[in-house]
């Protein structure tokens, strides 16, 4: 699959550090100038250190500036070419929707293009061969968090999740080593949802993390961590964005456990479907 490189600098954008952004927006200010120009020549348009635009390649994935300029330059001369659009006043209504669609199809893309394939195989193995799952989420990452207590209802594994944060602290507390919880937090840095965090670690649990941040707090703190990419408008925050990502993410947990725990998942859909069907009567 060709890496998107500009995908790729949108997404990672907000956790760049001063350097990186001066770098960022020079590449997306300049692509094609990037395809011809040597890494010295744009480190000294920069006036920063050629290692430093080597670091950044890095950063968003790369082997090297060589590679990234593949990348870049298979990007942008092919004619399916995204063009990152913000939402503005005169916009009609149709126009304002397709370029929201767009911005969801990119976050999705985004998103996939940094998954971790070993740390999702891993989420997957310990929500599979966990005793009981709970899902924590504040604020709008709550909404998220019942989604995903709402899917993995059908599962057969002991769900659990609550909107309220003491209920959720008050439910971490009592998790045990052979529990998994999974906290969901777009910044990794919210308070509330990092003091969950630690009162389900200390617990002896195994802990999932899923955010928009690698380098955030939730991220450091948990087993594994799943990052989501968002876009950012100005009538749209990043926030808001992300939940397209977190969901589908979800999704793909749900769908991935349920492949491979197929006998217990189908059992537990019966025994939904039979409770459904009777309030129908």
Do not use: W
């Not at 126009?95 to 891993?122: G, M, Q």
């Amino acid at each position: 699959m060709t890496q998107n490189c500009l995908g790729k600098i949108r997404s990672y954008y907000a956790r760049f550090s001063e350097k990186e952004k001066k770098i960022a927006d020079y590449i997306l200010k300049n692509p094609e100038a990037i395809i011809h120009s040597t890494i010295n020549e744009v480190a000294e348009d920069l006036h920063v250190a050629d290692a430093t635009v080597f670091r950044f390649c890095k950063r968003i994935g790369f082997k090297g500036y060589q590679a990234m300029k593949i990348a870049l330059a298979s990007e942008i001369m092919t004619p399916i070419q995204q063009i990152h659009e913000q939402i503005t006043e005169q916009d009609s209504e149709k126009t304002v929707a397709e370029k929201i669609f767009k911005s969801n199809s990119r976050s999705l893309e985004n998103t996939l293009e940094i998954l971790d394939p070993e740390a999702l195989k891993k989420a997957v193995s310990m929500l599979i061969y966990a005793k009981r799952v709970e899902f924590y989420g504040t604020g709008g990452s709550s909404v998220i968090a019942m989604d995903a207590y709402h899917k993995f209802l059908r599962t057969g594994i002991q769900t659990f999740a609550f909107i309220d944060s003491h209920f959720q602290l008050m439910a971490a507390s009592q998790l045990t080593p052979g529990d998994v919880a999974v906290v969901i937090s777009h910044s990794g840095t919210n308070k509330d949802t990092m003091r969950i965090l630690n009162q389900a670690s200390e617990t002896g649990a195994k802990t999932i993390g899923i955010t928009s941040f690698p380098k955030s707090p939730l991220s450091q703190k948990v087993d594994v961590a799943l990052i989501t990419s968002s876009e950012e408008t100005e009538y749209r925050s990043e926030a808001l964005a992300s939940r397209i990502s977190q969901l589908s993410l979800i999704d793909a947990l749900y769908v991935n456990v349920m492949i491979k725990n197929k006998e217990n998942g189908n059992h537990s859909l019966e025994k939904i479907r039979d409770a459904i069907s009777e309030t129908r009567i």
